[in-house]
């Protein structure tokens, strides 16, 4: 089996990264890279980040299982994969759509099951993209929590992962828009035949749903920026 820094070496030139290049996209030193390349450093807790930024299996970059590419992402690195305003002879590339999501706003996140192509999407009105751990649909997308209805679980700033694919179940974090037309947070709880929308803090009202809200989607994960 390779070793931890073999693979890193093998995900980093596999995907035309520089030393330095994928330490930039990481948020380390070039200097770390070398000495995980090398093999003087033995474990990193930004394995993860680094196999997002080359595009390859997480749970391979950090065990040796599996394959370096999985069903989850591939080497597919196409113009409509670079940073949004960046030429296309950019060095600098995003790992395949299929290991991030958009971050979209409220207002998107309102309308996103209306388009009638889910790949249709102007990517420069995206904020920003989000990587992936786990497989979701191509319809997923990220929300920023706004708020504190869903304290303690979700704080302000969190970064929450939605699929709209995922069955609304009982107790399932889930996006939806209200009569109103606006865009809520809230866990989906089933009394009966009743389904409700019920923030996790104790001072906001319980939601009834009827059939005039829409279930956008569940979240999935969370993520965290600092």
Known sequence: MMKLSDRIQTSRKNAGFTQKELADRVGISQTAIHKLECGRSRSSRRTVAIAIA???????LETGR???ISGMVNTSFRSENMRVGEPDDSPYLLPPRSSRAPLVSWEQAAVWLDREDVNAFDH?????WVPLTRRVSKQAFALRVSG???ENEFSEGDIIIVDPSVAPEHKRFVIACTEEGRTTFKQLMLD?????LKPLNPRYPLIEVTS????????VSKYKEY
């Open 54 to 60: 080359c595009g390859i299996d997480p749970i391979w």
């Open 66 to 68: 599996g394959d370096m």
């Open 124 to 128: 420069s009105e995206v904020e920003s």
């Open 148 to 150: 504190d209805s869903m």
């Open 192 to 196: 009966g035949g009743q389904k409700y």
């Open 212 to 219: 005039a809200i829409k279930i956008i989607g569940v979240v």
